[in-house]
């Protein structure tokens, strides 16, 4: 089994900038994608952004140039920079992972994070 713990979200103001962490822990043989979703009330989760171990990211439109995901592979850790958050980016922030477990480095499992509450104030 694997386990994502989620950090970093809270309340902040728009224009104003957070750091959320996502940490994999567990029987990990490799991590391939790693991302962030999101899902505000209401509505369904979306991709905000990606990276694949070996670096190449993708991102939401409405979040390019504003939010950057980054990886420590040493660490089995991904981070996303937001920076210029908008009331619209108010939204329960989901860590997810594909691994490939000690178990079975030839399967990919999907993991998610319990979320974390992300709220931009106007």
């Known amino acids: 089994q694997v386990q994502l713990v989620e950090s970093g979200g809270g309340l902040v103001q728009a224009g104003g900038s957070l750091r959320l962490s996502c940490a994999a822990s567990?029987?990990?043989?490799?991590?391939?994608?790693m991302g962030w979703y999101r899902q505000a009330p209401g509505k369904q989760r979306d991709l905000v952004a990606a990276?694949?171990?070996?670096?190449?990211?993708n991102y939401a439109d409405s979040v390019k140039g504003r939010f950057t995901i980054s990886r420590d592979n040493a660490k089995n850790t991904v981070y996303l920079q937001m920076n210029s958050l908008k009331p619209e980016d108010t939204a329960v922030y989901y860590c997810n992972a594909d691994v490939s477990e000690s178990r079975s480095p030839l399967v990919n499992y999907n993991y998610w994070g319990q979320g974390t509450q992300v709220t931009v104030s106007s």
């Open positions: 990276a694949t171990s070996a670096g190449i990211t």
């Open positions: 567990g029987s990990i043989f490799s991590i391939n994608t």
